[in-house]
């Protein structure tokens, strides 16, 4: 994940009429491409469950996401979160005090706001009788922040629950080196200048490299594109294969941005700069000036680039949760509900990035759906490659006999319900705050294009991954 | 053109073996005969790239012999005729092994210097020719690329590997004696620079994929895959191929050179290399620390040095003459026939002989958390053995713990394994202070002190806790396996596994079976002992099984010739010079004087006058004295912290003037000095056999060479009754029989052999 600081997305050049022309053309990856079905019925009618609260997401803003080092880059953390909670607020028009709990996902800290929930809630003139925590889990963050205000509603501790995410890639923690910080730390103690001066006696010019945070997995010292690299290549996923469905995620964005429907985008007035009203990061390139790029991880030969990955992001996401009584009771009317969710994990080295393919058949199974139950696929896109190797997996029976104990796969997506307004690939990808952005898309995509469930996924570092079903609220 | 093209139509209706690459067009450019099947060599072409894949059937690795070497010629002289072909790619079929290296046996069953000169040039002349081929060659190199199989990657226009832990590169023939003969010599100079070749040669260490791309030995390095829809290592090597397949065609088309961008360092390198007088400082420096370090034992080493040199100074000519010639002078050589003895050995002793157990041991305990038993406890969790450590004490189970962290940690500083690994790794040890958990063990190994009683009061502790599989192991050096096993409900289930310390170094595992050890207890015990990396030898129980047995009568004339007035120093260097890696004082501080007291009691009482020499009563002085060897700081010599030189204990001088027996003059020369401690080892070795702890002579000289580190360059005790001659070395125990008595009388099985010289150890 954070792999990526490196490498940025500034060097397409912005040539949309190319992409309009591209969009249409038909892709390579359509071999998942599978006819829709006509008539739908599906599995199950709603998947409320008797003597379980039904917990509807009221309405979920997001501020727009924008390539680190633009126009947030000023800015802290806690300053992009109080954004997307004030939008919410504006949006939703939720008194304040009525917000039993407040919970936001981040990845990369910022140490003077470690609780970067409680800091934005109370920055955002939320009450302070409001409690607020932080959560961390890579990439479903987020996904986290959410999930744990359905178990706070579940078990009926509360009623209201604002959950949100927020990434600064603009700035991140650079630490002195751990000599020079046990130096600094026992100059603190030194009482007499003799002390002192034995202390400075110790000080060496190594001592003055900053560590950076890690770039790297903990467990394998792999960085995620290198990681991803290694995916596309197990599952034979080709260069082409990857440009093309990068394509896709920015032309499908810039559709999407330019029809008006990434409603869940609330404008941010900066200070000091003008008003951030969309994301920047939607790039629509030609395949022959993305073919150029020299690959970014493993050189010279792999096929992981700057265009076929998600690029660095700044970002804040925010959603209010209800138990669904309080919701009418309080005169709303929800957009969805959220209801089952899964977590998995694997093998961090070799299946880092395969979280979708473990959660999507176990998420399916709790809710008694098939995959053509539903309507809407929202993808997180960390690679093309990692999501193309994700197809590839889902479509594999020996992949799920051999490495996930099933007896048959679980099919991949099809391709004309996934991602349809773009994803993390052409929108962004703020760590902490992408989870939310998922489960508005597959919310407002079902109210738009009709449909009753939505299926979230995510990878995450660690070897970890996050599913949950979405349901159309009834209109 | 259209005369392939139809021979080509024709062999694919024929030659279906090609068939096995779905996807490529696979056709045989057979010139002679489209009939001809290959069993080695078999090839593809993937547009105009030919992928030449080796697989020796029926072995688990790929070995240069003569059936390899020409029907590779013959697919390398069709690719190079081929008009469609513009490069090749060679690759291995078998994950793990590119070439694990040239045919011993092929070279063993030469009888002449002249046909194993012969052999060399014609590896010479097949890589060179590979080397001037006008198609680029990548060699895409998976697992093992050793010896000659790194002689053929090195001839390839461009390498590339496999970065994970089983791709080593390497030119290990200095271990068996010889010098990489088929080019090597020449070639990996230009290639590495001389001091990193001289490095190879001489070490004959293998190579990691990374550091071989740092060292500019590989080109390119592919990450292995992990699963995706195939096999993890299956598709590793289809990947490997297709990036050496893009590389290749990259190469024919010229859009990637294969000139390597050279550091800095190795600019300067270069540059002082092309001086003379520096060369010439460096070949003596080499030559220095090579006679310093084999003390003139083992010619191998120092005629690589002299080929390199000829290769440089004379020119490449001279250089590959030099090198076929001094190659096939060191596979007559005595040291080369006992290094590969030990290699053949080596191989045999890594073997299960007992067969699979019938339950796989997977929990582990060890009793004491001394450096045995941490030692042991390193050797299990590294390879996922859960294990558990316990001892009687917090301090005493802290600082076992302590030596596993250290060893693995110490691995982590050689980037030998991640941190995240070694806490993993460490995460299979559990310490503690009862026999909580014992309840799941599959083997216990006891590694408490050498008591008798503690030792049974252990295994009545451990039985009333253990389940009834579980095994128990006794790690002892010379308490016998069947007094131990007497207060046994289940003797068994007993069985002797003795470790060498330290453990995490030291090869060898002598396991111990009584007449009631039952085969399967065995099995298991070897299963665990091959599992932990070791080479193990199997053996009856006696007094001091095999390896005490050997070493005892050799360490009670050590004793005899101190009180004779040898210093020590000079023992040591008496001993070393005859190419034991341990001088024999130094050796007596290293085991202990303590435990030296203890065997030599135990055994002198067993075994009687046949094991007396030296005095015991020198060793109960240093012990009372409190001069336990380096554990205790001071035994025949000064051991402090930090300090490298070793300094005489001066204290000793008192005890050995008092315990001082005049010398006998007539076997007192250096060299009867030597082979009074040799002849004593080797004649209680054969004695072993004779008496039936042994099994095979092999087993005998695998324990004597990797456990008590009798000379490599002699083989072992067998090998060396085999090459010196039975004959002489019964004549010198004849000689020191008259001098001192039966101590040296020798055995009879050596009688025999002595007096029919046809009658070998290993034929």
Not at chain 1, 426 to 435: D, E
Request: aromatic residues 6%; hydrophobic residues 40%.
């Amino acid at each position: 994940m954070t792999s990526i600081l490196t490498y940025t997305f500034k060097n397409l050049p912005n040539t949309s009429k190319w992409a309009l022309q591209f969009s249409v053309r038909p892709l390579s990856c359509s071999s998942q491409l599978r006819a829709a079905p006509a008539a739908q019925t599906k599995s199950k009618k709603t998947l409320a469950k008797p003597n379980m609260r039904n917990i509807v997401v009221v309405d979920g803003v997001r501020i727009p996401f924008l390539q680190s080092g633009t126009s947030y880059k000023d800015l802290m953390p806690h300053d992009l979160a109080r954004a997307a909670l004030s939008g919410l607020l504006h949006r939703t028009n939720v008194p304040k005090d009525i917000v039993d709990y407040i919970i936001f996902g981040t990845v990369i800290q910022e140490v003077k706001t470690s609780n970067v929930a409680r800091e934005a809630a109370l920055g955002a003139g939320f009450s302070d009788k409001t409690p607020a925590h932080t959560v961390t889990m890579a990439c479903i963050s987020a996904n986290q922040a959410m999930t744990t205000g359905l178990g706070l509603i579940a078990s009926g501790q509360s009623d209201v629950i604002v959950a949100g995410g927020v990434e600064l890639m603009s700035d991140v923690p650079i630490r002195h080196s751990r000599k020079m910080r046990k130096m600094m730390l026992e100059l603190n103690k030194a009482k007499t200048l003799g002390q002192r001066l034995s202390l400075f006696s110790k000080f060496r010019l190594n001592f003055l490299a900053p560590e950076l945070p890690a770039v790297a997995e903990f467990s394998t010292s792999e960085t995620m594109g290198h990681s991803a690299d290694r995916l596309a290549a197990a599952f034979a996923v080709s260069r082409q294969d990857q440009d093309e469905y990068a394509l896709r995620s920015h032309s499908l964005a810039k559709k999407a941005q330019d029809e008006g429907l990434l409603s869940d985008v609330v404008p941010f007035k900066v200070p000091g700069k003008d008003t951030v009203t969309k994301d920047n990061g939607i790039r629509p390139s030609s395949l022959e000036q993305m073919a150029k790029l020299k690959p970014a991880f493993i050189k010279p030969y792999g096929t992981v680039t700057a265009a076929n990955s998600s690029f660095l992001t700044d970002g804040a996401s925010a959603m209010l949760i209800m138990a669904e009584e309080k919701a009418l009771a309080m005169g709303y009317k929800p957009k969805a509900y959220l209801r089952d969710f899964v977590y998995v994990s694997q093998d961090p080295k070799d299946q880092l990035l395969l979280g979708p393919t473990y959660a999507t058949p176990k998420v399916l199974e709790k809710a008694g759906l098939t995959m053509n139950d539903i309507d809407a696929f929202e993808f997180h896109e960390a690679f093309s490659g990692q999501i193309l190797a994700n197809f590839k997996a889902m479509d594999s029976d020996w992949f799920a006999q051999n490495y996930m104990g099933r007896k048959t796969k679980v099919g991949s997506p099809p391709l004309e319900k996934f991602n349809n307004w773009g994803g993390s690939l052409s929108l962004g990808h703020p760590f902490g705050a992408t989870g939310c952005r998922l489960v508005m898309a597959a919310a407002n995509r079902l109210r738009k294009e009709g449909g009753q469930y939505g299926l979230v996924a995510a990878c995450a570092a660690g070897g970890q991954g996050h599913a949950m079903i979405v349901e159309a609220y009834p209109k | 053109m259209v005369a392939s093209r139809a021979i080509g139509s024709l062999s694919r209706a024929t030659a279906s073996r090609m068939l096995r690459c779905p996807g490529y067009i696979c056709r045989s450019f057979s010139g002679t005969s489209a009939l001809r099947t290959r069993t080695h060599i078999n090839y593809g072409v993937k547009g105009d790239v030919a992928v030449v894949r080796i697989n020796s059937p029926n072995s688990k690795v790929n070995t240069l012999n003569k059936e390899l070497q020409s029907e590779f010629m013959e697919v390398m002289n069709e690719i190079w005729a081929s008009d469609q072909i513009r490069s090749a790619v060679l690759i291995s079929s078998k994950p793990g092994c590119f070439i694990a290296g040239a045919d011993i046996n092929m070279i063993a069953s030469c009888k002449t210097p002249e046909e194993v000169t012969k052999l060399s040039q014609e590896g010479q002349r097949m890589f060179e020719k590979l080397e001037k081929s006008t198609k680029p060659v990548v060699a895409a190199i998976s697992g093992a690329c050793l010896g000659g199989g790194l002689e053929l990657a090195i001839s390839c226009q461009y390498r590339i590997a496999t970065k994970d832990r089983k791709t080593v590169l390497g030119t290990p023939e200095v271990l068996l004696g010889i010098l990489p003969g088929a080019g090597g010599t020449q070639r990996l100079p230009k290639m590495v620079g001389v001091p990193a070749a001289f490095d190879m040669m001489l070490t004959g260490r293998n190579i990691r994929a990374d550091r071989a791309k740092k060292m500019g030995l590989v080109d390119q390095l592919v990450e292995p895959l992990g699963p995706g829809l195939k096999p993890p290592e299956e598709r590793t090597i289809e990947y490997l191929e297709e990036v050496a397949v893009t590389f290749a065609k990259g190469l024919s088309d010229k859009k990637i050179s294969i000139k390597r961008d050279k550091g800095l360092v190795e600019k300067l390198t270069s540059y002082a290399m092309s001086i003379p007088f520096v060369r010439q400082q460096i070949y003596k420096k080499v030559e220095e620390k090579v006679r310093k370090q084999t003390k003139g034992l083992y010619p191998a080493p120092l005629k690589i040095i002299d080929v390199v040199k000829t290769g440089i100074e004379q020119g490449s000519d001279a250089g590959y003459l030099s090198e076929s010639q001094k190659f096939a002078e060191l596979t007559m050589t005595k040291e080369s026939k006992a290094l590969i003895g030990l290699y053949h050995g080596q191989v045999l002793c890594k073997k299960n002989k007992f067969g699979a157990p019938q339950k796989e041991a997977k929990h582990l305990a060890i009793l004491g958390a001394g450096l045995m038993g941490a030692g042991i406890a390193q050797v299990s969790v590294d390879k996922g053995l859960k294990t558990i450590l316990k001892d009687a004490t917090l301090a005493g189970l802290g600082r076992g713990q302590q030596q596993v962290f250290k060893g693995l940690n110490d691995k982590v500083k050689k980037k030998a394994l991640t941190s995240f690994e070694r806490d993993s790794i460490f995460s299979n040890l559990m310490g503690q202070l009862d026999y909580q958990g014992f309840e799941k063990a599959d083997m216990v190994i006891e590694a408490v002190f050498e008591d008798l009683s503690l030792k049974h009061r252990v295994l009545k502790e451990v039985e009333a806790v253990i389940p009834d599989h579980c095994i128990f192991a006794s790690n002892t050096s010379a308490l016998p396996i069947n007094e131990i096993a007497a207060v046994s409900k289940r003797p068994e289930k007993v069985i002797g596994m003795h470790y060498f310390s330290p453990v995490d170094k030291m090869q060898l595992l002598e396991i111990i079976t009584t007449e009631k050890t039952s085969k399967d207890t065995t099995a298991s015990a070897v299963a665990v002992g091959l599992k932990q990396g070791k080479v193990i030898i199997v053996v009856k129980d006696g007094p001091g099984f095999y390896t005490t047995r050997c070493l005892a009568p050799m360490m009670s004339e050590v004793l005899r010739i101190l009180q004779e007035g040898v210093e020590p120093k000079k023992l040591d260097s008496l001993t070393t010079s005859f190419g034991f890696p341990v001088g024999a004082a130094t050796l007596v501080d290293e085991v202990g004087v303590d435990v030296a007291k203890h065997v030599s009691e135990d055994l002198g009482k067993a075994f009687g006058e046949r094991f007396g020499g030296g005095s015991v009563e020198l060793l109960k002085q240093m012990v009372s004295r409190g001069f336990l060897g380096r554990k205790s700081g001071k035994g025949f010599y000064i051991y402090q912290e930090g300090v490298k030189s070793k300094n005489v204990n001066s204290d000793m001088d008192g005890i050995l003037a008092s315990l001082k027996v005049p010398p006998k003059s007539d076997v007192s020369s250096d060299e009867d000095i030597q082979y009074r401690l040799v002849t004593r080892f080797v004649n209680e070795a054969v004695m072993c056999l004779q008496e039936g702890i042994l099994a095979t002579p092999t087993e005998g000289d695998i324990g004597a060479v990797f456990g008590l580190g009798f000379p490599p360059c002699l083989g072992g005790p067998f090998r060396f009754v085999d090459l010196y001659g039975a004959q002489k070395i019964v004549d010198r125990l004849r000689k020191y029989e008259a001098a001192y008595g039966t101590q040296f009388s020798p055995c009879q099985l050596l009688i025999d052999h002595a007096s029919s010289p046809n009658k070998k150890f290993f034929q």
